[in-house]
């Protein structure tokens, strides 16, 4: 579990090594959801049967139809302080339960029946001392049936299970905030540097369409200075929310807030004129909100005559001087490195040649990566 990735890989990996150990052919961890009422299959393990997928999309059973993970678990188990416990249960409804739980069987006897298993034990997860969903392992018919110690087993092994969660929940959390900018909810500049390199790397190895589109939002100095600063945060809260939408209409891009009023749209696959048409509408979009004066917006694409990029830096450094001559012309439409004479553009040379800035720029964009 500690080696895996994301936190379904991580509940993937529970479900596999619990059935190992348990001598099991098939596994499922559930989780419940308290806003749906629903018990949702997160992954699936083993030997599946028709219908059952390893990572089911929606997968899912009314919380009434397995009562013991709403009442008899929350209330009894985790709010009384006692210890969870796993139960088993069989095909032929013999079960060993080990604390009351056979006023509840009968779905999980169907259910049993239902998929041609033989036996199952079923052990409660219990995170920072409340129910958060269900290990569950099962036997083909005919091979040995799960007694009392393969239950108190699998309690151990949930409880193991649930401390690995929790790790990967609480890094997941870490993760979002490190790559998260607070205010839009949109991706950072750090997740955009790791993002952008990683796409560099996929265009010199398979050549890749990788675009990055740089915006400026205008008027957001005048918002603070004459409204305060609430109002110019609304306006970066709203910007963001417009950057979003337009966003997904590319597969796979990243809307992120580089800091300030700057913005930008990382993609990788779609073809220079998609993502010129959504910035375009961008465009439009910003210049109809309430607050501000619009966006300026530059692109730099790999599918665009702007020459070799090698680096992320270098296709940073012309989306950014596209968008410098964006604001410096008011445009309304978005200016694209290289369709201005390849090579020759005033953007692409603007890129390889900018000129020196005054003293007091170059303390204020210190630190930014040009």
């Known amino acids: 579990m500690a080696a895996a990735r994301t936190p ?30 629903r018990l949702r299959v997160m992954v699936n393990a083993g030997e599946l049967t028709a219908g059952e997928e390893r990572f089911p999309e929606d997968e899912s059973y009314p919380v009434h139809d397995f009562p013991e993970i709403a009442e008899f678990l929350h209330e009894e188990w985790a709010g009384g302080g006692t210890e969870p416990r796993a139960w088993v249960e069989s095909m032929d409804g013999a079960a060993e339960t080990g604390g009351g739980q056979g006023a509840y069987r009968h779905e999980r006897v169907a259910a049993l029946r239902r998929r041609g298993r033989g036996y199952c034990v079923v052990a409660p997860v219990v995170l920072h001392g409340r129910a958060w969903g269900e290990l569950y392992v099962a036997r083909p018919p005919g091979a040995p049936a799960f007694c009392r110690a393969d239950a108190d087993f699998a309690t151990v092994l949930a409880a193991v299970a649930a401390a690995g969660i929790a790790q990967t929940e609480q890094l997941e959390e870490v993760r979002r905030l490190a790559f998260t900018d607070p205010l839009t909810g949109l991706a950072n500049r750090r997740a955009v540097d790791a993002r952008l390199d990683e796409a560099v790397e996929r265009h010199l190895a398979d050549g890749v369409v990788v675009s990055l589109v740089v915006c400026d939002l205008n008027g957001l100095k005048r918002v603070n200075d004459t409204q305060g600063h609430a109002v110019g945060d609304r306006l970066l809260e709203r910007f963001g929310s417009v950057l979003s939408l337009c966003g997904a209409m590319l597969p ?75 604001k410096a012309a008011r445009a309304a439409e978005p200016v694209v490195a290289g369709r201005a004479g390849g090579p020759a553009d005033p953007v692409v040379q603007l890129a390889d040649h900018p000129p020196a800035a005054p003293a007091a720029e170059r303390r204020r964009f210190r630190g930014r990566r040009p």
Do not use: K
Not at 12 to 34: I, K, N, Y
Not at 267 to 289: F, I, K, M, N, S
């Open 8 to 37: 379904l890989d991580t509940v993937a990996a529970a479900a596999e090594r619990v059935m190992t150990a348990l001598g099991g052919s098939f596994a499922a961890v559930s989780v419940w959801e308290r806003e749906r009422g």
């Open 252 to 326: 796979g891009a990243l809307a992120a807030r580089l800091g300030g009023d700057e913005f930008c749209l990382l993609t990788v696959g779609p073809d220079a004129d998609e993502v010129v048409a959504v910035a375009a509408q961008l465009c439009r979009r910003a210049a109809a909100l309430e607050l501000g004066e619009g966006v300026s917006c530059g692109i730099a694409s790999t599918g665009d005559p702007i020459g070799p990029v090698a680096t992320a830096r270098r296709l940073f450094r012309l989306a950014d001087a596209a968008q410098y001559r964006a």
